[in-house]
């Protein structure tokens, strides 16, 4: 039967464990300057090396032959704790045990003196999973122990112990481990078992464990199993279900590059090859988040976990990108990846995040206003302007302004207040409908959910509708449902408007009157002014005479 690399390759004694020298340091003088403590807290992210250092610990207080305070592993304490043939090192799974019978059956045995080593040692894994009861129970044997009594609790949520356990013991915090020291384990492990590796394999297996050893190894395993004794990184990437290093830097070059065309034809790669949108997004965030540490920095080997030849790369990617695009896309993937958290269709959500990247106009952000305006200048510096007298377009980096026969002024349709305040207020206005019991007006509710849009002239409300609603308008325009449409929305906003609903095929005939209540107005206006100069000069002209 095959035995996990994980359980193979347990250490042994503390020059084994890897990335905690901080705690390791500590544990080995307390023991060498016997000033060995009653209780210790292990906390930390799992595979870090809790349990593991514990059960050194146990074999290193209770060694006969120990040398540099690490145990022999040979003697015969050693022997029979490392077989679990001694009752002296006792370990307790306390998601199992948590109740309070449990801890009081340990405090009964704590009485008893150890039969072979020289301290009795109790290992309680997961200990923040006893219940509140088992934690009273367990107080006071922690404060009182007998002087031959050592307990080592471990856990990876140290925040749900009790502060009164916590104040009794003294804590250990376990680093994550880093990617170079998984990457050097877990290659020593390979020579020893004569299995061909790339670096670039272990590195991707080490960054996806998250900081755990024990996951690494774990995946490692699978890996061997995979690529009969050579892993190469596209086995790891297969499977993993991770991004190819050279995928992702064609991906972030394409978003760089504003191809929005490419960017989602290997983002659809991608999908076909049925991996996770989610693997993707995250590996986006860490490869742009790179890019900013190239950036603005050039010590990089303790900030980016990378093989150098991809530093190198990377490096070089950075030169032509600014560090505003870069925050940009960064604040882009970061929503996209909280958002997919609670996605029904994450493909679609990952397809507008890519557009958004790659093209600044569909980003309503600073960052990205700033993007459209370098990229104007840029324009303007190079030249490419031309005038034609025919139509209007756009074509790539050439900005093509051309003008029609006869010349006609057009004025942007500009959103004004009373038109952001309905936008804003719609759904409120909505939800009012909803829960009016007394009218009961639940078709109106839904009828003025399918608006297309608004607009407001005179302190007349014009509600838009959309090709093929003309059976909306009709059931709107009653002339009580408008009354009650008005109503609501003068007791949610405090505003009152009269109704219009209104067809988008209308709009326009909307707009030829507005335009011509506002020409008839300043004709009027204009006409007054006149007159009254005309008036004046006049009065003036008579007064000389």
Known sequence: MHKALYRSYRPQNFEDVVGQEHIIRTLKNQIENNNVGHAYLFSG?????????????ARAVNCENSVDQEPCNECEVC??????????????????????????????????????AKYKVYIIDEVHMLSQGAFNALLKTLEEPPSYVIFILATTEPHKIPATILSRCQRFDFKR???????????????????????????????????????ALSILDQC????????????????????????????AQSIIDQDTKKSLHILNEFVVWGKDIRNLINDLIDHFRNLMVCKVSTELDEIIS????????????????????????????????????????????????????????????KEALIKRIENLEKTIESGNITINTRENHISNNEIVIEEEEPKEIVYENVKSEDVKLIESSWQKIRQKIKEDKVNKQMPVYFLLGDVSGFNVYNNNLYIIYGHGFEFAKKRL???????????????TINRSFSIKIILESEV??????IKNDKMDKGEELLKSIVNEDILEIKDNEEKQE
Do not use: H
């Open 508 to 513: 326009k005939d909307i707009e030829l009157e």
């Open 306 to 365: 990378l093989p150098e030849e991809t530093i190198k790369q990377l490096k070089e990617q950075s030169k032509i990108v600014d560090i505003n695009d870069l925050i940009r896309i960064l604040n882009i993937l970061s929503e996209t990846q909280d958002n997919m958290k609670t996605s029904s269709n994450p493909r679609v959500l990952a397809e507008v995040t890519i557009m958004k990247t790659a093209q600044p106009m569909f980003d309503e952000s």
């Open 224 to 251: 061997i199993s995979f690529s009969d004794n050579k892993i190469e990184y596209k086995d790891a990437v297969e499977l993993l279900g991770t991004v190819n290093i050279e995928q992702l830097f064609e991906m």
């Open 477 to 491: 325009s009653n002339p009580e449902t408008i009354s009650y449409i008005e109503q609501m929305i003068r007791e």
């Open 79 to 116: 022997r029979d704790i490392l077989n679990d043939n001694v009752m002296d090192v006792v370990e307790i799974d306390a998601a199992s045990n948590n109740s309070v019978d449990d801890i009081r059956e340990l405090r009964e045995s704590v009485k008893y003196s150890p039969a072979k």
């Open 177 to 215: 481990v880093t990617v170079k020291d998984m990457t050097t384990r877990m290659q020593r492990i390979c020579d020893e078992e004569n299995i061909e590796v790339e670096e670039k394999a272990l590195n991707l297996i080490a960054r996806n464990s998250q900081g755990a050893l024990r996951d």
């Open 45 to 57: 992210t799992r595979g870090t090396g809790k349990t593991s250092t514990a059960k050194i610990f």
